[in-house]
């Protein structure tokens, strides 16, 4: 099919799947239903053919989604490449200091580092809609052949149920249809010493025949707080996900209808932020006034402390009779 054919095997299908641990849900684990359990999935196929067709293909993670499905009459020449791994369950943490509410002392927190996971799909389609009849068995149908006219449907659904982002490509009643298309979902959590990492993207590039296409992004407000009585502080909404598309923070959504060539690329990146630990007052007993952050030397009292120019301050002003560039008290030998 086309030069996609060199990469991919005639008719071949593939699946390695390595179950490498198991992991309770943990809160961060927000695809309904889908635990982190570890494992590597690898399908390719080739599919060159006239009937009728109907393909359904749901692939998850902890938190991302990515469903294919397709259905139609006619001829077909079909290619597609998945990939998905779970890379790590839940079970990783550290700790980090901070100041809570009303306190002046800092306390040590445990934070879970979360579980990592990616899903790639990359698709290459030429279809053409037509009748089809079949003759089937030696009973009724061997006499009464069964005819198939079903327009084209292809959709493709992408999701990040962490970052609450979708990406959505759907054909609906074509006559023909030759489309190129790429996805691409990396859910990462922070560590200890590097923040985390979202991506949601999708490539297409479409030429469709008397029919539907709709292409749809959005990325929902999953930070939408209520106040909690008990705590005395602001948490998410356990329904955030869901209340967050009535204020979405980016939502497209496209329709064309008839015979199109279309190009969309689209893709989301999220920085997911680390816990820090908070500094200390003072940080230069840890390793000297040259090691303090920069925002700490602007305190005047540490900087007229610990880098000496109080004392030579102190010296130019008093003018003392001995030298006081040295030190006046010398350990006897």
Not at 237 to 249: C, D
Not at 306 to 312: G, K, L
Request: hydrophobic share 35%.
């Amino acid at each position: 099919m086309r030069h996609f054919r060199c990469i991919i095997f005639l008719a071949s299908i593939a699946a390695l799947v390595s179950l490498l641990g198991v992991s309770y849900a943990g809160p961060w684990d927000l695809n309904p239903g889908k635990e982190a359990l570890k494992h590597t999935h690898h399908s390719e196929g080739d599919v060159t053919g006239e009937g009728f067709v109907m393909v359904y293909q749901n692939i998850n993670t902890n938190n991302l989604s990515a469903l294919e499905y397709m259905h139609g009459s006619g001829s077909f020449d079909v290619a597609d490449i998945i990939d998905s791994q779970q890379k790590t369950a839940h079970g990783g943490y550290y700790y980090y200091q901070t100041l809570s509410t009303g306190k002046i002392v800092p306390d040590w927190k445990q934070q879970w580092t979360g579980a990592n996971s990616v899903i790639k799909l990359t698709r290459q389609s030429d279809m053409t809609q037509s009748p089809v009849t079949f003759a089937y068995g030696t009973g009724w149908y061997a006499s009464h052949p069964v005819t198939y006219n079903s327009l084209l449907k292809d959709r493709t659904v992408a999701k990040s149920y962490q970052e609450g982002s979708m990406m959505l490509h759907q054909l609906e009643y074509a006559r023909g249809f030759v489309g190129d298309m790429a996805v691409e979902l990396n859910c990462t959590g922070p560590t200890e010493t590097k923040d985390g990492y979202g991506l949601a993207s999708m490539k297409l590039e479409d030429k469709v025949i008397q029919g539907t296409v709709h292409i749809a992004e959005l990325l929902t407000n999953p930070q939408e707080l209520k106040y909690d009585s008990k705590t005395k502080q602001y948490v998410p909404k356990k329904s955030s996900k869901v209340l967050g598309i009535k204020g979405a923070i980016i939502e497209i959504d496209e329709n064309y209808i008839g015979n199109f060539d279309i190009q969309r690329s689209m893709k989301l990146e999220v920085t997911k932020s680390r816990e820090v630990t908070m500094e200390d007052w003072l940080p230069c007993c840890m390793g000297g006034f040259f090691d303090v952050p920069d925002y700490s030397k602007a305190n005047k009292g540490q900087i007229g402390i610990f880098d000496c120019t109080c004392r030579n301050t102190s010296i130019s002003t008093f003018k003392p009779t001995w030298d006081g560039t040295i030190a006046q008290f010398p350990r006897s030998k």
